[in-house]
T-cell receptor, first 117, second 112 residues
Framework: GAVVSQHPSWVICKSGTSVKIECRSL??????MFWYRQFPKQSLMLMAT?????????EQGVEKDKFLINHASLTLSTLTVTSAHPEDSSFYIC?????????????FGPGTRLTVL | QKEVEQDPGPLSVPEGAIVSLNCTYS??????FMWYRQYSRKGPELLMY????GNKEDGRFTAQVDKSSKYISLFIRDSQPSDSATYLC????????????FGKGTMLLVSP
């Protein structure tokens, strides 16, 4: 089956620093990748949609200058949380859509837990 | 009113019980309905996918959609401890490259 990996699986950083999270589709090419954020006991909230080779589309209320997304290849998208603050602590999950989507299925990564001290 | 409502639980049942998980929604444009299972600190995995109203069965899992009531359900028969997880409903208006709207998820605990 389709596998999506994320790195790192967890990260702790100091307030004010930047953190980069990678999302890779291991056995398929993903024209589109999504980035979600999930707070404890809350739903997955879509942050942005990234398409290979073009600028990401951000959801309302998500600061594009704070959450930088780069989808440089068909198998890799990165999310950089710039100048992280404690309120950015969350579970960040990416998903990838194969080039020929079947039944609307996105394949999710295992998530990255970010803790900002 | 939120677009998708889902009782967060936890729902505790004994092994072998039939489990019923539900979501209601307000957006009548939703046509595609999914159930995901998420283990702690893991990404969601797709369990069931249905289009429009009707039932779909896959092993111990049955998904039901009632668009007239804006209500969807997931039934789990002969529940197992390994079914203990958070179950998220998700829905979208369009197929293909559309985005999903998720419920908060219901935590299910199946005790041996």
């Amino acid at each position: 089956g389709a596998v999506v990996s994320q790195h790192p699986s967890w990260v702790i950083c100091k307030s004010g620093t930047s953190v980069k999270i990678e999302c890779r589709s291991l056995d398929f090419q993903a024209t589109t990748m999504f980035w979600y954020r999930q707070f404890p006991k809350q739903s997955l909230m879509l942050m942005a949609t990234s398409n290979e080779g073009s600028k990401a589309t951000y959801e309302q209320g998500v600061e594009k200058d704070k959450f930088l997304i780069n989808h440089a290849s068909l198998t890799l998208s990165t999310l950089t949380v710039t100048s992280a603050h404690p309120e950015d602590s969350s579970f960040y999950i990416c998903s990838a859509l194969p080039g020929l989507a079947v039944d609307n299925e996105q394949f999710f990564g295992p998530g990255t837990r970010l803790t900002v001290l | 009113q939120k677009e998708v409502e889902q009782d967060p639980g936890p729902l505790s049942v004994p092994e072998g019980a039939i489990v019923s998980l539900n979501c209601t929604y307000s957006n009548s444009a939703f046509q595609y309905f999914m159930w995901y299972r998420q283990y702690s600190r893991k990404g969601p995995e797709l369990l069931m996918y249905t289009y429009s109203s009707g039932n779909k069965e896959d092993g111990r899992f049955t998904a039901q959609v009632d668009k007239s009531s804006k209500y969807i359900s997931l039934f789990i028969r002969d529940s197992q401890p390994s079914d203990s997880a958070t179950y998220l409903c998700a829905m979208s208006a369009y197929s293909g490259y559309s985005t999903l709207t998720f419920g908060k998820g219901t935590m299910l605990l199946v005790s041996p």
